[in-house]
């Protein structure tokens, strides 16, 4: 665990939430959405469901349609940095996006996006054997304790 990052304890058996996951970098996106299970898992939530979309750029209107049926979601992907501005645009769309759906619709979204410049970058966070930072569990716990915190459930 990253230092700094605070101890969560939760209790979100009555939560309905869902994954949303990218399909780009697959084992990273495997080890994301393995910490996202064991955050929910940690969050004593009993079920969820996982939903994949293409890539982090659709996480956004996966988001938008599924907040209305879900006390919270959590969104997982990665963008690594190319050569050309593509990176900025996709990680500045999923943010924005992701945060107009939270504020419009009230749900908490889990914010699992990893923004990398190599793909190291991106397994170092991915929850793997051998990452330093689990940032899927990170995300679920977040999305669940904060569905909590606002009274969800």
Do not use: N
């Not at 697959?26 to 969050?43: H, S, Y």
């Amino acid at each position: 665990m990253k230092t700094g990052s605070p101890d969560i304890a939760v209790d979100g058996a009555r939560l309905r939430v869902a994954i949303i996951a990218a399909s780009w970098h697959r084992t990273v996106m495997d080890g994301l959405i393995a910490g996202a299970r064991r955050g929910l898992a940690a969050a004593k939530v009993p079920a969820h469901d996982l939903v994949r979309v293409p890539g982090t750029f659709e996480l956004t209107v996966a988001a938008a349609r599924l907040a209305p049926r879900y006390d919270a979601l959590v969104a997982l992907g990665v963008v690594v940095r190319g050569l050309t501005p593509h990176f900025d645009y996709v990680c500045q769309a999923a943010t924005v996006g992701l945060t107009d759906v939270c504020v419009r619709t009230g749900v908490p979204i889990g914010f699992g996006v990893l923004t990398c410049d190599d793909e190291q970058q991106a397994l170092d966070r991915a929850g793997l054997d051998g990452s330093f930072e689990d940032k899927g569990y990170e995300a679920a716990i977040a999305a669940a304790a904060t569905a909590v915190t606002l009274g969800a459930g």
